[in-house]
């Protein structure tokens, strides 16, 4: 499972997926922890909100994008292109993606 987390800053979720163009990437599977990858960093032509949608896209190779706060009509237009779309609270991008797998993946949680 591929998953993004919205992250200007490159150490903190932060919101505003639509305009955003930082990216943590990380990526779980069955057969291991969830492993963090190499980070996204789009131009402002390719940000969602300005991106033509001509082409391929980086984000929509995603099964996940977790973001803090964001629009209605982002989650829609991700839903379109086969994304599920999570704000959080949480800041911290470990933390959110773990929550994530736990909460989608029920299996992969850790006993208490």
Known sequence: MKIGVTSQNLRTVTGHASKAR??????WSAEQAVQPLDSLELSMEMSIHAWDKRGD???????YLITGPCGKSFINQMKQYGVRVRTTDETDP????QALVAAVVPWARKPA
């Open 22 to 27: 930082s990216f943590l990437m990380y990526e």
């Open 57 to 63: 896209h980086p984000l929509l190779a995603l099964d």
């Open 94 to 97: 470990l933390v959110a993606v």
